[in-house]
């Protein structure tokens, strides 16, 4: 992408267009390039991915508060609280992207406060949620992780999951950007006057829309299917390969198509000469 940047930054009429220190210069906004993904990449796996696996592991472990437990208890105990609630009003909105869903509630008694809860999805409580319903809210660290109605329970989006599909795929198509933008940048540093076939078109631009492409999908995909995350560091490379492979035989065939085509002979004018 910031080949790309620096090829669309002048004219490709100048005298210094495909000068050995512009390719330099390109290799070196390539190489910076690819540490600022290494550096994404390294926090997916040593920040993100930990850390929401320690939480899931905490939330999974915590146990019930006592009644009586005070604010301080309940922090330092890491228990969960329930409370009883009234719905006040529910809403279900498209924000462009995805479809959300939340449900305002009320304290009841002295309680007055209000607090608006969202849902990943609408069932299987959220769709049988009216305005007056008395329900019951389990929080854990300050967040309404459960609801409840007649034993119907819904997890809400501040729930802790076992999800940790997509961090690993961002970390996973950050580190493949990151090889790329390394290897470009260092072919320029080591060849400026001949660094094909490491360019934009159509090379790179397809290696790194392939890279964004099966990241986001498998990520996506993963999380819907509840596959393993650890799957996703073989299937994002893996797939990323075989898209590739797939370009570069379909360009071939399209090279050989058209070296095979025999190209239309010069119309020569005749001229009848009379005697």
Not at 136 to 156: C, E, F, M, P
Request: with cysteine; charged share 20%.
């Amino acid at each position: 992408m910031a080949e790309r940047a620096w090829a669309t930054a002048g004219r490709k009429g100048s005298p210094d267009w495909n000068s050995p220190g512009r390719a330099r210069l390109t290799g070196v906004a390539l190489i910076v390039l690819s540490l600022m993904w290494a550096v994404l990449s390294y926090q997916a796996f040593t920040v993100w991915v930990p850390g929401q696996q320690e939480r899931y592991e905490h939330y999974r472990a915590a146990a019930p508060c006592s009644e009586q437990a005070t604010p301080q208890e309940v922090a330092a105990k890491d228990c969960l609280t329930t409370w009883h609630s009234i719905v006040t009003r529910t809403e279900s909105k498209f924000t462009g992207k995805v479809r959300v869903y939340e449900a305002t509630l009320k304290g009841k008694g002295d309680d007055s406060s209000q607090r608006v809860v969202p849902f990943s999805d609408s069932g299987p409580l959220f769709d049988k949620l009216h305005r007056g319903d008395e329900v019951t809210a389990t929080g854990w660290r300050r967040d309404i992780v459960v609801l409840s109605k007649d034993g119907v329970r819904q997890n809400t989006s501040d729930a802790p999951r076992d999800e940790h599909q997509a961090n690993a795929a961002i970390g996973v198509l950050a580190a493949l950007l990151a090889a790329q933008s390394l290897v470009f940048g260092a072919v320029r540093l080591a060849r400026p006057t001949t660094y094909g076939p490491f360019v934009w078109e159509p090379y790179g631009r397809w290696l790194a829309f392939t890279n964004i492409c099966v990241g986001v999908c498998v990520g996506v995909a993963s999380t819907w299917l509840g596959i393993p995350w650890w799957t996703v560091l073989v299937t994002v490379p893996a797939v990323v390969c075989a898209v590739m492979m797939l370009l570069l035989r379909q360009q071939r065939r399209a090279a050989a198509s058209s070296a095979k085509v025999p190209r239309p002979r010069r119309q020569q004018d005749s001229r009848v000469s009379s005697r």
